[in-house]
């Protein structure tokens, strides 16, 4: 998956936010400004190309403090949409610099 096709449809606004990223964004004290920004400087650190009904990745970026920000997104080729299924400030206590999982 591309990050520049993510970010190519925020900046389109071809993307749809699910309930449960709204609540995530809200309960993490997240504006969307911010994920947005956060997909435009950061990088996608897991891929998930089997996912249904379209291939999806988690995203690391940082907030406008420098505070860590994983996103997942959804990106459908065929009509160049992307979906923001879920956004949260990660735990350190299961990530290694942010970017890989504890085990």
Same mark, same amino acid.
């Given at each position: 998956?591309?990050?520049?096709? %993510? %970010?190519?449809?925020?900046? /389109?606004?071809?993307?749809? %936010?699910?309930? /449960? #990223?709204? @609540? $995530?964004? +809200?309960?993490?004290?997240? !504006? *969307?400004? &911010?994920? *947005? #920004? !956060?997909?435009? +400087?950061? @990088?996608?650190? &897991? &891929?998930?190309? @089997?996912? =249904? ?8 970026? &940082?907030?406008? =403090?420098? $505070? ?9 080729? $065929?009509? +160049? ?21 504890? /085990?």
């Amino acid at each position: 998956m591309d990050i520049g096709n %993510i %970010i190519q449809a925020i900046r /389109h606004n071809h993307l749809r %936010i699910t309930d /449960h #990223a709204d @609540e $995530e964004a +809200q309960s993490d004290r997240l !504006s *969307f400004d &911010e994920v *947005f #920004a !956060s997909v435009f +400087q950061g @990088e996608i650190i &897991e &891929e998930y190309p @089997e996912d =249904k009904p379209y291939p999806s990745c988690l995203g690391y970026g &940082e907030t406008f =403090k420098r $505070e860590p920000i994983h996103s997942v997104w959804a990106y459908n080729a $065929e009509n +160049q949409w992307a979906v923001l299924i879920t956004v949260y400030r990660p735990d350190p206590k299961r990530w290694i610099d942010w970017r890989t999982r504890r /085990h």
